[in-house]
C-alpha cells in the first residue's frame, strides 16, 4: 500500500525535542548517580493517557492527506492529544487501553448527515414507487398510524446499532419523538444533531406546524447544553410541506433559540415545480429570499439546484448533504456534486431513512457518489477516491457545522476514530488504502468504533446497545405492523 507522506503534528514534535532534551534537563545529579552511570540519558517518563489507537495505517483526513504507514492516535479525556508513528506515541504516552492495529486502518469516524434514524422499521415497508407516491400515499399514513415514542425508540436503537457496526460516528437525524431519540444517543454514545420535525399535517406526537413548532422548541431547550455529543436543532421538512409563513416561523424560532436547522432542499422535479407554482422560484432562491440562510442550514438532497443557485449555496455557507442510494431508488435524478464541489459548497453524504436506501452503510454511499458522478460526466476522473471519503468524514463534519471538532484525526480534535479490519478477502492485495477504502470496504469491514474517547464497538461487539433484546423487540413490532397492513390492504 502506498503512503502519502509522514506528518508530525506539533505535540509529536515537542515530544521528540522532549525525548532528546529531557533526560538531562529533567533529572538531578543525585538522581543520574542513584542509576549508576551520569552520562547515559534517562528515557522520560511517558505522559499517562486514557487510550492509544494502532492501525498498520492512519488515514488522518487532515488538510494535507496524511497517510502514515505504522500510525497510532493518542487519546485522553476524549480528546485527540497526539496523531503520528506508532514508535513516537508509544514513547510519549503509556494508555490505561491500547487497540493493537494489525491488518486495521485507523481513520475518522464516518458522519451520516441526513437521516430518518427509526425509519429502520419501516425497511422495506414499500418499495419501487415514486418519491410522492411513496411518501403521501405509503410512509405518511404508515407513520400516522404505527408511530409513537416506543416505536422511535427501537426504531432509533436499531439504527444507531447499524450505525455503529459500519463506522458511522456521528448522524444528523429528522424525525418523531426527538426527545426520545436523544435518550438513545445518549445510552448508544454516538454523536448527533437531533432535528425537531416540524411539519404542517398531523403527524407522530403532534398536530400542526404551530403544535410541532412549539413541541419542538421545548425538546430545544431540554437539550441545548446537556449533553455535548448531542447538538438539538430545528427540522423544517421541506417547503411543500409547510408555507412560507411556517418556513419563517422555524426560521425567527431558531435565530430566537440559536440553533441551526435541517431541511429536505430541491430534492425532487415535483419540489421545483411546486415551489414555482406555489413561491414563483425554484426552492434555493426561496429559502434565500425568506432569510433562511441567516441561520446555520443543513440542506439534504440539493438534486435539482440551478445554475445560479449553487454560487448561492456556497456562499450563504449551507451544508448540502448528497444521498446518493435514496436519490437513485426514488429516480430522483442526480445531484450536481462536482459543480457544487467546484463553486465551493460544502457537501456531506446522507443515506436518508431505511425505508428509501434501505440501510444506513455509508460505505455504500461512498462508492455510489463517486460511481453517480463519474458516470453521469461520462468522466472516470472526476470524483476521485480521497474527494468523496473526504465528504464522508472531514467534508461532512463541515458541512452539519462540526468541522472545528471532528471529521480528521488531528490533535485538539474530539476522539470520534473508527478502526477498519483488512483482513476479508476483499482486500486481498491491498496496494492502496484509500482506494481500497473507497471501492471496497462495506460496513461489515469495520472492526472498532470509539466516540468521544469511547469504545462503543470492539473487534466486532457493540458495547453500548442490547442488540439481542432490540432484534426481538424489533422483528415483535414489525409482525404488528406487517398484520395490519394486511388487513389494511384486504379491505
Ligand atoms: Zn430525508
Known sequence: ?????????????????????????????????????????????????????????????????????????????????????????????????????????VMPGLVNGHTHAAMTLLRGVAEDLALMDWLGNYIFPAEIKFVDADFVRIGTQLACWEMIRGGTTTFVDM???????????????????????VIERPSPGADNAADSLAKGLEFIKRWKDKNSRITPIF????NYTLNEAQLRAVRQAAIDADVAIAIHMSESL??????????????????????????????????????TEIPLLAERRVGVIHNPTSNMK????????????????RVGLGTDGAASNNDLDMWEEIRLAAFLQKVERMDPQVMPAHTVLNMATRGGAVAIGLGDSIGS???????????????????????????????VADEQDVSTVVVDGRILMKDE????VDTARVSAQAKELAARIEKALDTLNSK
Open 1 to 105: 500500500m502506498k503512503t502519502d507522506r509522514s506528518v508530525f503534528c506539533l505535540p509529536v514534535l515537542f515530544t521528540l525535542f522532549a525525548l532528546l532534551f529531557l533526560p538531562v534537563a529533567g533529572f538531578s545529579e543525585q538522581e543520574a548517580m542513584a542509576t549508576g552511570n551520569a552520562s547515559t540519558p534517562q528515557p522520560a517518563i511517558p505522559q499517562k493517557i486514557d487510550l492509544i489507537i494502532h492501525g498498520d495505517y492512519l488515514v488522518a483526513m487532515d488538510n494535507g492527506g496524511t497517510v502514515l504507514e505504522g500510525g497510532a492516535v493518542a487519546v485522553n479525556e476524549g480528546v485527540i492529544v497526539a496523531v503520528g508513528k506508532a514508535a513516537d506515541i508509544t514513547a510519549a504516552f503509556t494508555a490505561t487501553q491500547v487497540l493493537p492495529g494489525n491488518n486495521r486502518v
Open 175 to 197: 424525525y418523531y419523538y426527538p426527545d426520545t431519540i436523544a435518550e438513545v444517543v445518549e445510552s448508544c454514545g454516538m454523536r448527533a444533531l437531533i432535528s425537531a420535525t
Open 235 to 238: 427540522g423544517p421538512h421541506a
Open 330 to 345: 426514488t429516480a430522483a435524478g442526480i445531484a450536481p456534486v462536482v459543480k457544487m464541489l467546484e463553486a465551493g459548497v
Open 409 to 439: 484525526l488531528e490533535t485538539g480534535k474530539r476522539a470520534d476514530i473508527i478502526q477498519v479490519s483488512f483482513d476479508d478477502v476483499h482486500f486481498v492485495p491491498a496496494y492502496d488504502v484509500i482506494s481500497h477504502l473507497v471501492y
Open 461 to 464: 461487539e457493540i458495547l453500548t
Open 270 to 307: 415535483y419540489e421545483v415545480e411546486y415551489s414555482k407554482k406555489n413561491y414563483g422560484r425554484t426552492s434555493v432562491e426561496f429559502f434565500d429570499d425568506i432569510g433562511l440562510f441567516d441561520v446555520p442550514t443543513i440542506g439534504a438532497h440539493l438534486v435539482w439546484p440551478t445554475d
